[in-house]
């Protein structure tokens, strides 16, 4: 069992003491988000139902100070973090970035680059964050990370009820543009590979029905049986039903809550 920790919030950033103690008691309990009366205990015990964890973050740091824990205590895991540079009115309560990348090379040599996987995602299109601010952004990133990560993932926006009228209100109240990816997409999706391939990172996409093969980029899974295996031996491979259609991530049990996470992210699909 691969326990994800967490799509829905960022434990290692908010919760990472329960976490910690929830290690300590050999289980959590998780309630069905379609049905809180649902209520499920996952057991946190390695080597025995648990393969290993997958962390979701956009700071690290407390996965750092903890990762000679977890390893002395038989626990299998790698890190995923996104790091995405943006303006504060769309991500108000994010740490400085300088610290996270910071954080993210000292975890890589604790861990190794192949543990650690960089996420740029969403890609959001604003009067603030249009084509320019991207192919500078990403290029930025991709240099400061090379050779401390090997593979960075991408996603787009996708469209959510709540993430929708947050982005509205937002954009009328600071004179924010939205704007559609459109034709401009191929051509910023050509140069992220690009500066990728030039930082020695593997590049691919996430969950999209789009094939952006043509520019250098192919679908990946950010939970990936294929890397999983051949970091730890395993033989993962069932693709996780209860995700979007295109997502490849095999399967999982995630141990978060949604709207709970304390980022606040403007753009959040899991922030109701």
């Known amino acids: 069992m691969i326990v994800s920790v967490s799509r829905r919030c960022d434990i290692p950033r908010f919760q990472f003491p329960w976490f910690m103690e929830r290690l300590d008691a050999g289980f959590c309990e998780v309630a069905n988000p379609f049905n809180r009366h649902q209520i499920r205990r996952v057991s946190l015990a390695p080597n025995e139902d648990l393969d290993l964890f997958v962390f979701w973050t956009r700071d690290p740091r407390n996965i750092l100070a903890n990762a000679d824990e977890l390893t002395r205590r038989g626990y299998r895991f790698y890190v995923m973090i996104t790091v995405t540079g943006y303006p504060i009115l769309l991500e108000p309560s994010m740490t400085r970035t300088t610290k996270v990348l910071a954080a993210i090379k000292e975890l890589s040599k604790k861990i190794g680059p192949e543990r650690v996987i960089w996420r740029y995602d969403p890609i959001l299109l604003t009067s603030i964050t249009n084509e320019d601010f991207h192919r500078s952004n990403f290029a930025i990133l991709a240099q ?24 509205e209100a937002m954009a009328e ?5 939205m704007l559609e990816t459109g034709s401009i997409l191929p051509d910023m999706l ?3 590979a690009q500066c990728a ?17 043509p520019y250098g980029i192919k679908p990946g899974a950010c939970i990936d049986a294929g890397l999983l295996n051949q970091l730890w031996g395993l033989e993962l491979g069932s693709k996780d039903k209860n995700q979007r259609p295109h997502c490849l991530c095999c399967k999982s049990v995630d141990i978060g809550s949604y709207s709970i996470c304390g980022a606040h992210c403007v753009y959040c699909y899991a922030w109701h």
């Open 197 to 213: 391939g030039a930082a020695g990172m593997e590049i691919q996409s996430c969950a999209r029905i789009e094939d952006f093969s």
């Open 190 to 192: 050509t140069g992220f």
């Open 173 to 177: 109240y600071h004179n924010v543009q």
């Open 144 to 167: 400061e990370l090379a050779g401390f990560v090997q593979r960075v993932i991408i996603g787009i926006y996708d469209e959510y009820k709540g993430a929708k009228k947050r982005l």
